[in-house]
């Protein structure tokens, strides 16, 4: 009931087409108290605040995944799933005070006029943007607008005289959700998808296709780290892995009814081993497909624990170009689970979730999860025992490893030492680097950082406030070496190139792969189709 009233009150508050013959008294009193203050205060209030601040109070008293947006907000928070904005297309990084161009986005209106990766954008218009103290809102403000409008840039190229003028016509710039899709081995492939947004399926379909054309009979789906999106395209996902009329999910709330979600005859990976990838990260939509799929015994599950957020969110707008996102109903895997974990205890205690996961040492024990009985189901084929109220527990669990881990690698990358340090280099050498190693093969097999580049590295980060340490080199020189040859690549190729390195050192990578080439599969009696 008490649901019921709050919800009626933030709608009576937003909405002016509710009439107070439609009302009921409880908003009819909040309606009435807003009146009252707009007509008695002693002081001019701000009516439009007051209206925010209880419809954040009134959410507050529901779950932890509704939320008001405001006007101002609405557009910025929509587009990493909508999934395209408005600009010049480029991917930048301040660098020593001046806006450096890390990659121009492909198909983008900047690489067509062929803007590289290591230009400085120094003018923007009429207005010096190097040395001034820029920030990333400032280069948004400047550099994103609408379509079809024109921004000229000058921009200092290494090798080039004089600066370089660009006008450049700002249109639709996609923002990519599947990061990397590469072959792993000849016959194992490897997509990773970081969202769940408008093009994803798209994106991942193409991806597919093209690692099938180079052989691929087995497919690592990377989703850790994977924070969801849009409930649509989980289900369109996971389909691409299920036969004809497979249960994939179904949602009920209080004023939505029961509601399934079947697969269709057609998925382009039905045949084959598949391994997907999820952490504490991984959250709804990540849930959704990796439940699927561990209910119909189609794929093997590993990592750790997802994040465990079983509610299904609805925009409604209001009439100022604000919204709410609001929870209208519950999601369930194919046995019937509801992964989403209680919030019963309130919103402090639910954010601090990960935090009590991380003392009460799961994420470096399985034998430290524990779950009731009650919650206990069964996968849809070989009826083995999964769990509800918790998210995803993984068929095998990969531990956290800390054991490189130390205060000066933190340092590293908390003072952007690696990435600064690797984007300068490259932009050094690029020509050299690409004439020694033309492709990402050739710099997995031949390149090696030499000590001396690794000095470098050191002594770059000192005059940035990062003091050598010793002990800390002993602990972590070596991830540190792997992550600065993973951010070369990236910075000479792309982000495939960068996740072809790192996952050398990836432990649930490492765990896919040997679970491939093993007896896993037959033993957990996984089906490969």
């Keep these: 009931m008490k649901i019921k009233f709050l919800f009626i009150a933030a709608m009576f508050i937003c909405t002016a087409t509710i009439s107070n013959a439609q009302s009921s008294p409880a908003s009819r009193k909040i309606d009435a108290l807003l009146q009252m203050i707009n007509y008695a205060y002693v002081d001019t209030a701000n009516e439009s605040k007051l209206a925010e601040d209880a419809i954040r109070a009134i959410l507050k008293d529901l779950d932890p995944h509704s939320v008001y947006i405001a006007a101002s907000d609405l557009k910025e928070a929509n587009e990493p799933l909508v999934g395209k904005f408005e600009g010049v297309g480029i991917q930048f990084n301040i660098f020593e005070d001046t806006i450096m161009v890390t990659q121009p986005i492909p198909g983008g209106p900047s690489e067509r006029l062929g803007i590289r990766a290591g230009d400085r954008i120094v003018q923007i218009d009429t207005a010096n943007v190097a040395g001034i103290k820029i920030t990333n809102n400032d280069v948004f403000k400047k550099l994103r607008g609408d379509k079809g409008t024109k921004v000229n840039v000058k921009i200092f190229r290494r090798g080039e005289n004089e600066l370089l003028d660009f006008e450049i016509t700002r249109d639709k710039i996609p923002i990519f959700s599947v990061d990397a899709s590469y072959m792993a081995d000849p016959k194992t492939g490897y997509i990773k998808i970081s969202r769940f947004a408008d093009s994803t399926v798209e994106e991942f379909k193409k991806a597919l296709e093209d690692l099938k054309s180079r052989g691929m009979q087995a497919l690592i789906l990377d989703l850790s780290d994977n924070g969801g999106g849009y409930l649509n395209r989980a289900i369109e996902l996971a389909d691409e892995f299920l036969t004809d009329n497979k249960l994939i999910v179904y949602t009920e709330g209080k004023a939505n009814p029961k509601q399934e979600y079947f697969s269709s005859p057609i ?52 009439p100022d170009g604000s919204a709410v996102r609001l929870t209208i109903a519950r999601y369930y895997t194919p046995s019937g689970r509801c992964i989403q974990k209680s919030y019963e205890k309130g919103d402090e205690d639910y954010e601090l979730d990960l935090s009590h996961r991380f003392k009460h040492g799961e994420l470096y024990s399985a034998d430290s999860i524990k779950f009731n009985d009650s919650l206990r189901y069964e996968t849809q084929q070989s009826k083995r025992t999964v769990y509800g109220g918790g998210g995803i527990m993984p068929d095998i669990f990969v531990p956290l490893d800390t054991t490189k881990n130390s205060k000066y690698h933190s340092d590293l990358i908390r ?69 600065l040859t993973a951010l070369l690549a990236r910075d000479l190729w792309n982000t495939d190139a960068y996740w072809q390195v790192i996952n050398d050192i990836n432990p649930f990578y490492i765990k896919a792969m040997e679970s491939l080439k093993n007896d896993t599969f037959e033993r957990m009696k996984i089906a490969e189709k």
């Design 267 to 318: 998925g382009g990976f039905e045949k084959g081993k598949l391994v997907v990838l999820i952490n504490e990260n991984s959250a709804s939509a990540s849930e959704i497909v990796s439940g699927a799929i561990q209910d119909w015994d189609r794929g093997l599950i590993i990592g750790r624990r997802s994040f465990a957020k079983g509610l299904v969110q609805k925009p409604f707008p209001l």
């Design 415 to 483: 003072k952007t030492v690696m990435f600064d340090f690797a984007l300068t280099y490259t932009d050094n050498n690029r020509k050299e680097l690409l004439k020694k190693y033309p492709d990402i093969s050739k710099f997995r097999s031949d390149f090696k950082l030499t000590d001396a580049m690794f000095e470098d590295l050191i002594a770059f980060g000192e005059k940035k406030g990062v003091p050598r340490d010793s002990a800390g080199l002993a602990v972590s020189s070596e991830l540190i070496k792997v992550q």
